[in-house]
C-alpha cells in the first residue's frame, strides 16, 4: 500500500499533493507554513513507503534551476522513521538560507529540485538509495529515509558576474568586462590592509549575518599567481559575513557593500589566514594576497 503526502498550505485547507499511489486511511503527512518561514510538519504514524516521493507544494514564477546553478533555499530535513521522525539539518537553525549546488547533490534532491521554478516550495521524501547510500553522515543510519521541505528563494548561473570597468589599488590591476581578471605587480606588497569598491551597485547593502553570493579570483602577491577563481571552479559560492566564516578582509571590505558591486582588496596576512596560512590552497603564513570580488546576491 502506497502512503499520500498530503499539504497544508493555509490554515484549515487541506489539498491533495499528487504523489504516486493511492492514499491508505489515517496516512497522511501534512506540510504547512508560509513560503521563506519555517514550516510544520506532522508526521504520520508507521514509516514511509521505499520509494521516492516528491511535489511541489507551491508553484513559483522565477527562473527554472539547471544544472551548475548554484540554489538559495531554506530547508527543513528529517529522518522520516514513523519514530521520532528526528530533525536532522535546517537553514533556519543555521541562521541564513543554504547554497544548494544543482548538479552535485543527493540523487533525490536532484530529482526533486531541478527545473523547479524560484520561488517554490518543494516536498521530497528520499529512500536511502536515493539519499546518502551506503555512508551517511553522522547522525543518520544507513537504512533511514529523509524528508525534506525547501524553499527556493533564489538561483545564479555558474557564470553570473557583474559587468564593470577594470580598475587598480595599490598596484594591483583589474581588468573590465563580465569575468575580472587580476594582475600583480613586482613589487614589494603594502604593509596594510585596503580595500577598493570599483564598481558600486545598484542593489541592497550587505549586512552582517547574510549569506551573500559571490564570484571571485584571488592571487598571491609574492608569488604573483591566482591561487582560487570561481569562474573556473565551478561558480558562484556563498558566504555568511560577519561570523568569522570568511577571512576578515571579506568581513570588512564586503559588508555595508550594494550587491551588483565589484571590489578589489589588499590582504595581509593578518587579514587573511593568519600565521598558518592555508595550505590547501598554497597560501604560506607569510604571504600578502590580492581579490577582486563580484557581490552577486545578499539573502
Not at 581588468?175 to 585596503?194: D, E, N, Y
Amino acid at each position: 500500500m502506497r502512503r499520500r503526502i498530503v499539504v497544508l498550505l493555509l490554515p484549515a485547507l487541506l489539498a491533495p499533493a499528487g504523489c504516486t499511489g493511492e492514499a491508505a486511511d489515517g496516512m497522511e503527512l501534512k506540510v504547512g507554513g508560509a513560503f521563506g518561514a519555517r514550516p510544520t510538519i506532522v508526521f504520520p504514524a508507521g514509516k514511509p513507503v521505499d520509494e521516492l516521493q516528491v511535489d511541489e507544494l507551491a508553484a513559483g514564477k522565477g527562473e527554472r534551476l539547471r544544472p551548475d546553478d548554484v540554489a538559495i533555499v531554506q530547508y527543513t530535513a528529517h529522518v522520516w522513521n514513523g519514530r521520532d521522525n528526528r530533525l536532522v539539518d535546517s537553514s533556519f537553525t543555521r541562521g541564513t538560507p543554504a547554497a544548494f549546488p544543482v548538479g552535485r547533490l543527493l540523487p533525490g534532491l536532484e530529482r526533486a529540485l531541478r527545473g523547479r521554478r524560484v520561488g517554490s516550495r518543494v516536498i521530497a521524501a528520499i529512500p536511502p538509495g536515493d539519499g546518502f547510500g551506503a555512508n551517511p553522515p553522522r547522525g543518520i543510519a544507513a537504512d533511514e529515509e529523509l524528508f525534506y521541505v525547501v524553499d527556493i528563494l533564489g538561483a545564479h548561473p555558474k557564470g553570473a558576474s557583474v559587468k564593470a570597468r577594470g580598475g587598480s589599488l595599490a598596484g594591483v590591476r583589474v581588468s573590465g568586462g563580465a569575468r575580472p581578471a587580476l594582475s600583480v605587480p613586482a613589487t614589494a606588497p603594502p604593509a596594510r590592509f585596503a580595500a577598493k569598491v570599483l564598481h558600486r551597485g545598484k542593489g541592497r547593502r550587505t549586512q552582517a549575518g547574510q549569506l551573500v553570493v559571490t564570484q571571485y579570483e584571488g592571487a598571491i602577491w609574492g608569488r604573483r599567481r591566482v591561487f582560487d577563481a570561481t569562474w573556473t571552479t565551478g561558480g558562484p559560492k556563498a558566504f555568511k559575513l560577519g561570523d568569522g566564516g570568511v577571512i576578515k578582509a571579506w568581513d570588512k571590505a564586503l559588508v555595508g557593500v550594494p550587491t551588483g558591486s565589484r571590489v578589489v582588496m589588499v590582504v595581509p596576512p593578518s587579514y587573511g589566514y593568519g600565521r598558518s596560512g592555508s595550505p590547501a590552497y598554497g597560501v604560506k603564513g607569510s604571504d600578502t594576497l590580492a581579490f577582486v570580488v563580484d557581490v552577486i546576491a545578499a539573502y
